[in-house]
């Protein structure tokens, strides 16, 4: 048998200090001349986003309108079909009883 060594994959950190430059790299190079930073990019990604985020919910809410309505028509029928059990329980009473006795 030959010994296998056993070693974790070796995952290069960045340190925190280079990442930070960049970072500022970044800035300084959306620096208008004004001395302003250009936020457009940024927004735009926000805007893009969010518009995401609104047509989630409102495919939730189109969900939710549906199950709502779903339980609306099973509760109805429900009612219904107890009712109509209900109605011919009471007009035969005396048979349903005569059956449930004869078992």
Do not use: C
């Not at 079909?81 to 329980?89: F, H, N, S």
């Amino acid at each position: 048998m030959q010994p296998h060594d056993i070693r974790s994959p070796v995952i290069p950190l960045v340190p925190l200090a280079t990442i930070r430059a960049n970072h500022q790299a970044e800035l300084v190079s959306n620096v208008k001349p004004s001395g302003e930073v250009d936020m457009q990019p940024r927004v735009n990604e926000h805007e893009t986003h969010l518009e995401t985020l609104r047509s989630d919910l409102q495919k939730i809410r189109d969900d939710i309108k549906s199950i709502r309505h779903r339980l609306a028509y099973s509760a109805g029928g429900t009612a219904v079909v107890l009712g109509l059990l209900g109605w011919i329980a009471n007009s035969r009473f005396d048979q349903v009883i005569s059956l449930l006795l004869a078992h």
